[in-house]
């Protein structure tokens, strides 16, 4: 774990963000130790400020930046929609020690945007309730709770230190029993039984749901994509198919149908994130 001062802490967001209806993203550290073996973000190399280390190394450390609730106090602003992040779980392991998430909040909830939504798979959320509870009170905050699949297995070959399955639902139930908007994002699609994964998304939440299946150089030839770690688990362990469109596309319809039986919404992509940035007329 490092530390290193920063020059700003949020930034105007482009691409999937934006579309979604976000205007900047706030990042508190360089490079995540949840280390997935999927994840999108050392394939953007230079994008967001990553240093090659961030992406040849992703997952060994993290940098944290150091100044980043003073930088915080000076860039809010009233109107901002702010997604945090899309570059780093805000609750990696090294959180537990660092304790960044608590200052960064006492400036949120002195200047609040109009949107706040975190991303997250981390269990430690729990830690911050009551500040989670005081910022709710002061502007649309949502937490996006990433759920990618059903079955224990699977997460630890993908996502090996990253809260099982059963930690992640308790969390997202606790965080709802608390009032605090919970949203269960099922991003990326790993290998899953779509109707037990959906039963448990629906079962630990009340808002709509969010998924996003693998994405592929196939349907999208450049910018941020699937690492190859995660492609060559896929295809040792026959799990392969995932990683096709029109296969991964199957299984969102299947999920589609069982959430929309459910009286909920299933979106994919911007569609679904863009919910997450809505501020109701
Ligand atoms: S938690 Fe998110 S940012 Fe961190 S390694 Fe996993 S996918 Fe990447």
Redesign the pocket.
């Known amino acids: 774990m490092y530390e290193a001062p920063a020059r700003s802490i949020l930034s105007a967001v482009s691409g999937f963000i934006a579309q979604a209806g976000f205007t900047h993203s706030l990042t508190p550290a360089r490079n995540?130790t949840?280390?997935?073996t999927?994840?999108y973000?050392p394939t953007m190399r230079v994008y967001g400020g990553l240093k090659r280390e961030d992406w040849l190394q992703w997952?060994q450390f993290t940098t944290f930046k150091q100044n980043a609730a003073d930088l915080l106090r000076r860039e809010l602003r009233p109107e901002q929609r702010i997604y945090c992040s899309p570059?780093?779980?805000p609750y990696?392991p090294p959180e537990a020690e660092r304790r960044q998430m608590p200052g960064l909040f006492a400036e949120l909830i002195a200047c609040p945007p109009r949107v706040f939504v975190i991303q997250t798979?981390g269990p430690l959320i729990l830690r911050d309730l009551d500040l989670l509870r005081e910022l709710a009170r002061r502007t649309l905050l949502r937490v996006s709770f990433s759920l990618t699949t059903d079955s224990e297995h699977v997460r630890k070959l993908y996502?090996p230190l990253?809260a099982p399955v059963g930690e992640r639902l308790a969390a997202m139930r606790t965080l709802r029993e608390a009032g605090i908007a919970v949203h269960a994002t099922l991003a990326p699609l790993l290998p899953c039984n779509p109707d037990a994964l959906a039963a448990l998304a629906l079962e630990s939440t009340d808002a709509d749901l969010i998924g996003d299946p693998f994405h592929t150089r196939r349907t999208k030839c450049r910018g941020a994509t699937t690492r190859d770690a995660a492609l060559r688990i896929s295809e040792h362990r026959g799990f392969a198919a995932w990683h096709d469109p029109h296969f991964a596309g199957g299984v969102v319809e299947r999920i589609r149908e069982l959430v929309e039986a459910a009286g909920r919404r299933f979106g994919v992509g911007p569609e679904g994130f863009g919910w997450l940035a809505e501020v109701p007329v």
């Open positions: 995540c949840f280390g997935c999927y994840c973000v997952g570059l780093v779980d990696q798979r996502e990253c």
